[in-house]
Nanobody, 124 residues
Framework: QVHLVESGGGLVQPGGSLRLSCATS????????IGWFRQAPGKEREGVSY???????TYYADSVKGRFAISRDNANTVYLQMNSLKPEDTAVYYC??????????????????WGQGTQVTVSS
């Protein structure tokens, strides 16, 4: 079965950079969508980015477009490179996955597997 483990969170100053990692295991021969989400205290969960293992199609929320970049490696670890960080990026970041064979992102309620989250704090 699929397991996801996030790492790389921490404290960073505004304008700084951070790279999150999502280590995955248990993937089958299916294609998957892998997404990054975040949730700040008192706020709704927000979809941040997405990548397809079928064709490397990506998606970014408008709030992070041009600042964040998602990628994956041969071991199916998924990364979220976060640059030009802002205080409003502060949140717990989660990675999620679902078997997905289509050329568009799943909806947030369609992900079946979730990691435990990693805290990102952007503060001076």
């Amino acid at each position: 079965q699929v397991h996801l483990v996030e790492s790389g969170g921490g404290l960073v100053q505004p304008g700084g950079s951070l790279r999150l990692s999502c280590a995955t295991s248990g993937f089958t021969l299916d294609y998957y969508a892998i997404g990054w989400f975040r949730q700040a205290p008192g706020k709704e969960r927000e979809g941040v980015s997405y990548i397809s293992t079928r064709d490397d199609t990506t998606y970014y929320a408008d709030s992070v477009k041009g600042r964040f970049a998602i990628s994956r490696d041969n071991a199916n670890t998924v990364y979220l490179q976060m640059n030009s960080l802002k205080p409003e990026d502060t949140a717990v970041y989660y990675c999620a996955a679902v078997v997905w064979n289509w050329g568009f992102p799943p909806g947030p309620d369609e992900y079946d597997y979730w990691g435990q989250g990693t805290q990102v704090t952007v503060s001076s």
